[in-house]
Nanobody, 126 residues
Framework: QVQLGESGGGLVQSGGSLRLSCAASGRTFSSYAMGWFRQAPGKEREFVAAINRSGDRTYYTDSVKGRFTISRDNAKNTVYLQMNSLKPEDTAVYYC???????????????????WGQGTQVTVSS
């Protein structure tokens, strides 16, 4: 089993940056693909970004391409989401999740993920 804990959220002005971290427990972190999702008030949870187990393939939703970067450090059992050029519409609770699926095709679906963190709030003011 994997336990996930997000950090790094906060309040930032439009155009600013934040770096989210997600620390995982256990020795099998490198066995999981990792993803970031977000949920804004009154909206469904949506896919943001994902990274495969080795870290050499990444996937993004269109609205964050060129602004957000997902990365991982398997030695530190941590996945990151660097968020630049933040917009008010990026305001949401951000969740990290771990998946055992092998194909990147499925990493944008929250049903593909086995473990979830509790989330961290990101608020972007205009």
């Amino acid at each position: 089993q994997v336990q996930l804990g997000e950090s790094g959220g906060g309040l930032v002005q439009s155009g600013g940056s934040l770096r989210l971290s997600c620390a995982a427990s256990g020795r099998t972190f490198s066995s999981y693909a990792m993803g970031w999702f977000r949920q804004a008030p009154g909206k469904e949870r949506e896919f943001v970004a994902a990274i495969n187990r080795s870290g050499d393939r990444t996937y993004y939703t269109d609205s964050v391409k060129g602004r957000f970067t997902i990365s991982r450090d398997n030695a530190k059992n941590t996945v990151y989401l660097q968020m630049n050029s933040l917009k008010p519409e990026d305001t949401a609770v951000y969740y990290c999740a771990a998946a055992t699926v092998f194909s990147g095709t499925y990493l944008s679906y929250d049903s593909s993920y086995d473990y979830w963190g509790q989330g961290t709030q990101v608020t972007v003011s205009s």
